[in-house]
């Protein structure tokens, strides 16, 4: 008769444990540390789907440069390059695009495109998307310093 009773007891407070309303706390999961990876600014790399932050200015000794051109911004947005680097703006979002400098160039180039222009003259160049800039210096635009090597 006693183990009946224990055996009754275990059931009822496993049926009252098991049917609680506080679960038992689950520690929350182990913050992950983002990792970065530098590459080549004169390689066009592969791209996530997420739009990623703009980076401000890049310095570049190369004969060659890629740009990229998101949704409503290039990145990066001034760089400074010697006579006679190409600099060539690709693409990587879901709009058109079109690059300009007054009567020096301005090319309109969709999802996946890429456009050139090599530099021959010292210079500081301002340059905007047409479509999506609010003037020639405000939205979508950029500074290409152009230097003596």
Known sequence: MFRKLVLISLIAVSMIVGCSSNPTPVPP??????????????????TNTAAPVPTTATTVAAKEITIEAWEDYFRPQKVTVTIGTKVTWINLGTKKHNVAYGNLFDQDFNPGDSVSYTFDKPGVYQYYCVQHSLSETEGMVGTITVVAP
């Open 29 to 46: 999961p182990a913050p992950t540390v983002p990792i970065v990876v530098t590459a080549p600014t004169s390689q066009p790399q592969p």
